[in-house]
Structure formats: structure tokens, C-alpha cells
């Protein structure tokens, strides 16, 4: 039984951090509002997401950074900064739900979400990344803003999939970081590809 939890909350974790890759602040916040709804405990470090406070800073932030990813050019200029801050969102995330629901040891918590979630969450942001830029070499950043849209709109679904349904989000997430990959691979080897945040 405790294996199956261990799972269920790498699962999580992996599924906050992909999500985490898309948007830096919108996986939080889903999560401070299911923790303020009684649909996740707030033990640990998760706790720190615990009231409306927390969940009216985190709204804010999303709609500043879902904004700012709709005006074109300036949504690569983010990339440069979101990039670090997703990984270190995907650990943060992941270490603090397995904090919370495994008694893993400390070091193996965080080695595992330094491994896993800053894994998942580089992937997937080198890959939306990847995406834009060969937005802005085909259509000069003109559907830069359609693809923001539904970079957010994937952060709301897997997000969401994570916090009902973690072990299917964790296919999910397995999938979808192999998509990542093959979109990096793609862009890299194009002779004239721009270079990736």
C-alpha cells in the first residue's frame, strides 16, 4: 500500500511539474485552490499554498504571465527567464507533494524531484520553447499568441488530470514528454533554427 501512494504521489508530482513546463504559476495556483477546497491536505511544505491568500497572489500571476505571453516577440524574451523558473517550479512542486504524502527520507524526496520533476518541467518548456521558435521562423510570431493559448490551456489540463487522476496523468506526461523531445530534435537540426532559451 505504501508503494501504491509513493505512486500515486510521483505521479502527482511529475504531472504538477509537465504542467509547470507549460505554465510557471498556473499549476500552483490549481493546487492552493484544491488544497482550499479540502481536495488535497495541506501537510508540509504544502501548506505554505493553504488559504486564499496564497491563491489570490498565485491568480494574479497568471493572469500576468498568461498575458504576457500573448504579445508576440515578448513571449520569447520570457522564455529566457520561464526556462530556469519551470524547473525549478517541476522540483519545488514535485518535492513538496512527495514531502507530503510519503515518508520518503528527505534526500531521496528531493533527489527524486530534482531528477523527476526538473526533468519533466525542462522538457516540456525546451519543447514549447522549441514550438515558438519555430512559430516566430514561419509565421514571424504572428500565431505565437494561438499557440500561448493553448500552452495554458494544456497547463489547466494537466494539472487538473494530476490532481484527480495522477496515475493516468503520469501516461500522459510520459507521452507528451516524448512529443517535447521529437519537437526539440526537429528544431535543433533545421540549419537556420533559432537558438533555444
Known amino acids: 500500500m505504501a508503494a501504491f501512494s509513493g505512486l500515486v504521489a510521483i505521479s502527482l508530482g ?19 485552490g ?7 491536505e495541506a501537510s508540509g511544505q504544502l501548506a505554505l499554498l493553504d488559504g486564499w491568500g496564497a491563491f ?18 515578448l513571449d520569447n524574451l520570457l522564455d529566457v527567464v520561464a526556462t530556469p523558473t519551470a524547473v525549478l ?20 524526496q528531493w533527489a527524486i524531484a530534482a531528477i523527476g520533476g526538473g526533468g519533466v518541467a525542462g522538457t516540456v518548456q525546451t519543447g514549447t520553447v522549441a514550438t515558438r521558435a519555430l512559430s516566430t521562423g514561419t509565421t514571424g510570431g504572428l ?15 494537466v494539472t487538473v488530470l494530476a490532481l484527480l487522476a495522477p496515475l493516468l496523468c ?9 512529443y517535447a523531445l521529437r519537437v526539440i530534435g526537429r528544431v535543433r537540426s533545421k540549419p537556420n533554427a533559432a537558438p533555444l532559451a
Open 14 to 32: 511529475l504531472g504538477l511539474a509537465a504542467a509547470s513546463g507549460f505554465r510557471v504559476f498556473l499549476p500552483p495556483m490549481l493546487l492552493s
Open 34 to 40: 484544491a488544497i482550499n477546497v479540502g481536495l488535497i
Open 56 to 73: 489570490s497572489v498565485l491568480l494574479i500571476a497568471v493572469v500576468l504571465e498568461i498575458g504576457s505571453y500573448l504579445i508576440p516577440w
Open 89 to 108: 517550479a517541476g522540483v519545488g512542486l514535485m518535492g513538496s507533494v512527495i514531502g507530503a504524502e510519503t515518508d520518503y527520507d528527505p534526500i531521496v
Open 143 to 157: 500565431a505565437n499568441p494561438i499557440i500561448s493559448v493553448v500552452e495554458a490551456v494544456m497547463a489547466i489540463v
Open 170 to 178: 503520469l501516461a500522459l506526461v510520459c507521452v507528451g514528454s516524448i
